[in-house]
């Protein structure tokens, strides 16, 4: 029999605030009949852990495409707990084999514009489970997972892997029944120890420690210790002018009663609360002692820090038994400065950090407990905490303040003034002769420093952390090991190229060496006498094989603007660097033309390379993706969409347009904007007046249908399925979510759409490649433009996507795609139509 896989539920939180958790089981899911709860080590415990296990049932290397967990009758009150948890977009968390995985609770889909906007809320109710497993070392009976993937959908279309949250469905539907199914795959190329560093080694809340930010903060450190020796420097010339000065006689230099001189017989008077200053010192003594050997113990592998609670668990046990260490040296230096009340000081150094904690600590515990919330420490963790502190800490503290007596003693007979002077008195004369407003503009200058600094580390966590947000999405994708684990991997020569302030060329010339562009080419002839030539550019690696796969590249700018020689490079030279032709074109632009001239000439792009690729670039003219961002997004998408539609195709109706792939970057989907993505409070707002007027230059109400072929969202209608290739490519679709001028619900709805047309067609594209959302946090519009870890991260996943969509289909030929029966497309696409979603 199969060894079990226990599923372990931890907590549920809401997305925008990941320190408010609860236990899983306060959403009304299916509950056990017996409530297990896992192990729980000091650290995880501190941290809010409540794991408890699940009626979820894994076997070890059985695949199941359908399971039952259970019916949960769906009444009033319970969906409204739901839809509340849907509202706020909580996620909840889990365990298979202490790998951790995180998934949406569910989903809301907004329809219309602002005043007559309709909310759906949708409850994920199917789970699927992807595991990795590893057998090198099956003749030991050690067969050990290594990787472990949870999507909230299934590769059956006739599955249903969402509820609806409204009375209609309930009255129709009163039960939700949740399922979930597991795939196993034998991975030979991951280990077992690396199982879990990506995910738990580098949190998502947390800062990355990233040696640019050492170069960013050592440089940093440079300038101001520069500028403060610049300054001491002058001061120390200025004194020495001054005392020069009174030597000689000079009467004004009596007036000024500042200088180091003043201090030199006071530097060295001991503190008036030695006890303090002492406690103070041995508390950081202890501290640093604690660090040390903390960063030892995990280098050495004693601490492992990607265990759950593995480094909170060490602070605990360190501070307490380094307290010792704080006593000796808080003991020592209160005798040297010849303190006589001992015992208080014993007692400052044991709670001069602990207090202000546990104070802190109370508080914020007892508005946990009122919150039923799962950051609420129970009593037996706070008890054991408690008898540690007493135990060990408390004895540790009082030896090493007894062994101080047995150290021996520096020399304190250091020269002071018998009186001390007043410096409260000398401040404020010195500060009667300055003038009131510098310190003012100081201290506004300093607080806008700090919020400049702020939000310069949350852009740099963002633009930073995306890499792993790509990677855990990528993850889903069938694609090699390799190429996903190298997402946001730099080289020295790409970090030069973003770091160092050079014109881009020169940038893209340094991280991508050998790409350029190798020649621009006349694909056609336009306008009403045909004199207007329409141009490509062409970009290649020197070591491209010949017959390459080729990207065709529609640059952006709203239809109206922007040329082939301003798209995002670093993106077209991480395709071209990966092996693969790209052409980027002109199109016609707005408001000369009206749409959809702009897609006929993308269509005229096409057959060009249809006829010409291989002659002229060494490359396949029968292995074509498009590719855009933005106004180009729109135009890829709609040219995956309709090779059908002949009517697009003026005067070389017989060239095929069909393409292999969509590469969709923060495009345009909806012209009608229809779901108010927008956000404006009528139909007539100002985008909806910008294609009206100088893209369609036709109204909605005049033209419904033409602005319907316009949006790709109205492609994927129930009524338009005849209308549509046989397949659909594979879609790539990526957006920011701080993008404010094409919204980031644009890439969202389509992605849903596009999925809900390939289920209602059971369609799965050719190869069993599926399709793939990447939501990039903090992102805003053109963010893959400038050379940035978050644009060669972006660059690196679409180049892994492109690679793993050739190797996959690169053997079907053209004309056969879309010839191929559903069956012979569900199996090619095996289980790999799993979809997904990057998170925060």
Excluded at 366 to 380: H, R, Y
Aim: proline share 5%; glycine share 6%; net charge negative.
């Amino acid at each position: 029999m199969r060894d079990e896989v226990e599923v372990v539920a931890n907590t549920i939180r809401p997305y925008a605030n990941p320190t408010e958790t609860y236990q899983y089981y306060k959403l009304p899911y299916c509950k056990p009949k017996e409530r297990q709860w896992d192990d729980h080590d000091l650290g995880e415990l501190l941290t809010g852990s409540r794991k408890v296990v699940t009626d979820y049932r894994l076997y070890f290397g059985v695949d199941q495409t359908y399971a039952q967990l259970c019916k949960l009758p769906m009444a009033p009150d319970v969906m409204k707990v739901f839809k509340d948890a849907v509202d706020e977009d909580y996620e909840f968390e889990m365990y298979v084999d202490d790998i951790r995985l995180r998934g949406q609770v569910g989903y809301l889909i907004q329809e219309g514009i602002r005043e007559g906007m309709k909310m759906h809320y949708y409850l994920n109710t199917h789970l699927h489970f992807d595991i990795a497993y590893n057998d090198v070392e099956a003749e030991e009976g050690k067969n050990k997972i290594v990787a472990v993937n949870m999507t909230m959908a299934s590769s059956d279309p006739d599955l249903e892997y969402h509820y609806a949250l409204s009375p209609e469905n309930i009255a129709k539907t009163p039960e939700a029944i949740f399922t979930y199914s597991v795939k196993w795959h034998n991975r030979l190329d991951l280990l077992y120890e690396n199982r879990n560093v990506d995910k738990e080694l580098i949190e998502p809340d947390d800062l990355e420690l990233h040696w640019i930010s050492v170069i960013n903060s050592f440089i940093l450190v440079m300038m101001l210790t520069g500028f403060l020796s610049i300054v001491m420097i002058r001061i120390l010339k200025r004194d020495f002018s001054r005392y020069t000065d009174l030597e000689t006689g000079d009467d004004h230099a009596l007036e000024d009663d500042s200088g180091w001189k003043l201090l030199h017989a006071d530097v060295f008077r001991f503190p008036t609360h030695l006890n303090i200053f002492c406690a103070l010192n041995g508390a950081g003594a202890q501290l640093f002692v604690m660090l040390s050997v903390a960063l030892v113990s995990s280098l050495l592998g004693i601490v492992k820090p990607n265990k759950r609670g593995g480094m909170m668990t060490a602070f605990i046990v360190l501070y307490a038994l380094t307290a010792g260490v704080g006593g000796f040296h808080s003991a020592r230096m209160y005798r040297q400065l010849g303190g006589q009340r001992w015992v208080w000081n014993i007692l400052l150094c044991v709670l001069i950090i602990p207090g202000p904690l546990v104070a802190i600590f109370s508080f914020l515990n007892s508005v946990a407990i009122w919150n039923d919330s799962s950051a609420a420490l129970p009593f037996g963790t706070i008890m054991i905490v408690l008898v540690l502190f007493i135990t060990v800490a408390l004895p540790l503290t009082i030896i090493g303040n007894v062994l101080s007596f047995f150290a021996a003693m520096l020399p304190t007979e250091l020269s002071h003034n018998m009186l001390a002077i007043n410096f409260a008195i000398i401040y404020k004369l010195h500060k009667s002769k300055q003038p009131v407003l510098s310190e003012w503009v100081g201290s506004i200058g300093a607080l806008l420093q700090c919020i400049v600094m702020a939000r310069l580390a949350k852009i740099y966590r963002d633009n930073i952390s995306s890499k792993h947000l790509i990677r855990d999405t990528m993850h889903a994708f069938d694609i090699s090991s390799d190429s996903v684990q190298s997402i946001g991997k730099l080289s020295w020569k790409q970090w030069f190229a973003v770091l160092l302030p050079v014109p881009q060329p020169l940038g893209l010339a340094m991280a991508f060496p050998g790409v350029s562009k190798i020649q621009t080419v006349t694909f056609a002839h336009v306008g009403k006498n045909k004199t207007t030539a329409l141009l490509m550019d062409v970009y290649k690696h020197p070591n491209t094989p010949s017959n390459a796969p080729i990207v065709l590249y529609i640059h952006g700018g709203a239809w109206v603007m922007s040329t082939r020689e301003t798209p995002p490079l670093p993106c077209i030279y991480q395709i071209a660097a990966s092996g693969w032709v790209v052409c980027v074109f002109d199109y016609q632009k707005s408001p000369k033309i009206a749409f959809p001239e702009q897609l006929v000439d993308a269509k005229r792009a096409m057959a060009f390379l249809r006829r010409n690729a291989r002659k002229k670039f060494d490359a396949n003219p029968d292995y074509i993706v498009v590719a855009g961002e933005s106004a180009g997004g729109h135009l890829a998408s709609l040219m995956a969409l309709t090779p059908a539609d002949k009517s697009l195709q003026p005067g070389f109706e017989e060239v095929d347009t069909s393409v292999r792939g969509c590469i969709d970057t923060y495009g345009v989907h909806d012209f009608k904007d229809r779901h108010g993505v927008y956000f404006y409070k009528d139909k007539d707002h100002i985008f909806v007046r910008f294609i009206e007027l100088l893209v369609m230059q036709k109204k909605m109400s005049d033209a419904d249908e033409d602005w319907e072929k316009a949006s790709p969202v109205g492609w994927l209608r129930e009524e338009k399925s005849s209308d549509l290739p046989a397949v659909i490519p594979p879609f790539l679709i990526s957006h920011g979510t701080l993008d404010t001028l094409v919204p980031f619900g644009s890439s969202q709805v389509f992605f849903e759409q596009l999925q809900l047309y390939r289920q209602r067609a059971q369609q799965t594209p050719v190869g069993g490649v599926c399709d793939i959302f990447l939501k990039i946090p903090g992102a805003h519009h053109a963010f893959n433009y400038v050379m940035s870890p978050r644009a060669i991260a972006h660059g690196q996943a679409v180049a892994a996507f492109l690679n793993n969509l050739y190797a996959k289909t690169k053997d079907i030929p053209l004309h056969c795609a879309s010839e191929l029966a559903t069956a012979q497309i569900a199996e090619l696409a095996a289980a790999a139509t799993t979809t997904a979603t990057a998170r925060l």
